[in-house]
């Protein structure tokens, strides 16, 4: 049995001439219906990519992916539209509204692509803006509404089709706290409310640490998965906080060290031993610490 969104050894290559970037090595996943899943990870390991490919926007080098019970990697590029158009709303890191474009009309669009009946679409608008308390910014286009306004909008214009899986990249990255705050609570309404499952890609702890579960990847792989508990946190954080430490002793050392070389109290070849020593360590705790995912 495969789950409702699920990932098997999912590889992606990027090709730009000679050079192949590898995003993901073989990634595996798996989501059920109903849950509110988050994704954290450092800059360039792969999130983006793995959206893209949930999503249908990209394809997948390697592996396999089922989304709503249907395996993508072979579908037909129809198959992948009416997935794009039906299934997944997406909310991009670079939001995707047309500038020229108002609100209203940025929300009516997905439903245009599908020939909703005009009713049909006016009604839907007004409902989801309303719903995301835009209703006296309808006719605003997105240079006219602040940055929260604008991602409102968005994940209004990802949810006029009514498709049964959200996936929001970075959705509050730009914001301020409390703006942000507000985009989350109303994606939290989204997944409990209308019984969507919802996939947030964000640097935010804060943000993680309220979905049912916390997928952390790192070089293209997922490292861990756990269900957020303050606990867990505190753990996580006291541990790089000692690695932190660690790092730091470690740089003290080796600036001591290098003076008692500079003032010949140490023999060259201690020196050098004890050197390597030092670095070898630091190396490993920088490391240790990027595969937390701090
Ligand atoms: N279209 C592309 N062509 C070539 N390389 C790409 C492309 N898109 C992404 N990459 C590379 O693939 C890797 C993963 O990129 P991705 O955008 O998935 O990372 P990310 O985790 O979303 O990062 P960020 O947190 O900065 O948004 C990076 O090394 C990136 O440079
Ligand atoms: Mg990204």
Request: charged share 25%; glycine share 6%.
């Amino acid at each position: 049995m495969v789950s409702y969104i699920e990932t098997k050894d999912l590889v992606k290559v990027y090709r730009i001439g000679k050079v192949e970037i590898q995003a993901l090595r073989g990634l595996s996943m798996s989501i059920e219906q109903g849950e509110m899943i988050a994704i954290v990870g450092p800059s360039g390991s792969g999130k983006t990519t793995l959206l893209n490919i949930i999503g249908g926007l990209t394809s997948a080098t390697a592996g396999q992916v089922w989304v709503a019970g249907r395996e993508i990697t072979a579908a037909t590029p129809a198959q992948l539209g009416y997935l794009r158009q039906r299934i997944v709303g997406h909310i991009f890191q670079t939001l995707n509204l047309i500038p020229t474009l108002t609100a209203f009309e940025n929300v009516e669009l997905p439903m245009l692509a599908v020939n909703a009946p005009q009713s049909e679409r006016r009604k839907r608008a007004e409902i989801l803006l309303e719903t995301v308390g835009l209703q006296d910014r309808m006719n605003h286009k997105p240079d006219e509404l602040s940055g929260g306004e604008k991602q409102r909008v968005a994940i209004a214009a990802a949810l006029a089709n009514d498709p049964p899986i959200l996936i929001c990249d970075e959705p509050t990255g730009d914001l301020d706290t409390e703006t942000g705050a507000r985009v989350v609570e109303f994606l939290h309404r989204v997944n409990k409310e209308m019984g969507k499952t919802v996939i947030i890609v964000t640097h935010d702890p804060a943000i993680a640490r309220q979905t049912d579960r916390i997928y952390r990847i790192l070089d293209g792989r997922i490292v861990s998965v756990q269900r957020p508990t303050d606990t867990e946190e505190k753990t996580a954080a006291l541990m790089a906080q000692m690695l932190r430490d660690r790092i730091t002793e470690t740089d003290l050392e080796l600036q001591e060290l290098e003076l008692k070389y500079r003032r010949q109290e140490i023999e060259p070849e201690k020196f050098a031993a004890r050197w390597n020593e030092l670095v070898t360590t630091r190396e490993f705790l920088r490391r240790e610490l990027h595969r937390m995912g701090f």
